[in-house]
């Protein structure tokens, strides 16, 4: 069955501490992994996908296969990262989304 | 003009009631989607059209109906709703690379909030 996990509801840390929100996917065909994003009162954007292998706002994610993972990572955590961010998994082609359930992160000062 | 525009903001309507909701895009965008988010809960896809044609229905119930007049235009008309269909619904747009191996990058509207009394 294809599924998306966030294991985590909320994720807490200081402002400068490196993050990392976790997400592993079960999917049997060949899936596209992005991290969305929703800052307060703002819509729901894309933050990066892993066909393009860019770094957006410090956060780099890597897909590994081999662990069925797509780990979002920071450094350096800042304040205005705090939001809430979905994985989410779309066959190769194919237009259904299926998201995780999020996290919460939140970033203290 | 690069955003999805969903209207209204709010809704609230009785189960007797019918009414629509509307999202908008100019960007060129070939495939649109209808999503349902309940509080705290991710979105959950309901509907996808490419090139103005129904591609997908998540076995949604009769009382959603979906429709693209247009490529700019995609609606929702909703009858004899239940309480629990209350929600945000958002709804999106892509490019439609998808067919010709690509996948493709959903932009959201802002959704509207819809309670059902």
């Known amino acids: 069955a294809q599924r998306v996990t966030q294991p985590e509801k909320l994720l807490s840390v200081f402002k400068g501490a490196p993050v990392e929100l976790k997400c592993n996917y079960s999917y049997s065909g060949s899936p596209e992994l992005f991290w969305y994003v929703q800052y307060s009162r703002q819509r729901l954007q894309l933050l990066l996908r892993h066909i393009s292998r860019e770094s957006i706002k410090g956060f780099t994610a890597d897909l590994n296969k081999g662990e069925t993972s797509f780990h979002l990572k920071k450094p350096f955590a800042q304040e205005e990262d705090s939001a809430m961010y979905y994985c989410a998994l779309c066959d190769t082609g194919g237009f259904k989304t299926i998201f995780g359930a999020g996290t919460r992160l939140f970033v203290k000062a | 003009d690069t955003e999805v525009t969903q209207t209204p903001k709010h809704l609230v309507m009785g189960m007797t009631n019918k009414k629509s909701l509307k999202c908008e895009q100019h960007m060129g965008h070939r495939a649109m989607y209808w999503y349902k988010q309940k509080a705290k809960k991710p979105p959950e896809l309901m509907f996808v059209?490419?090139?103005?044609?129904?591609?997908i229905n998540e076995s949604v119930p009769s009382r959603f109906s979906p429709e693209c007049p247009n490529s700019s235009l995609l609606n929702l008309h909703l009858h004899a709703l239940q309480p629990e269909d209350s929600a945000l619904y958002l709804c999106a747009s892509s490019q439609h690379t998808a067919g010709m191996g690509g996948t493709d990058t959903q932009y959201f509207g802002p959704g509207t909030r819809l309670t059902v009394l």
């Open positions: 059209y490419s090139y103005e044609k129904l591609s």
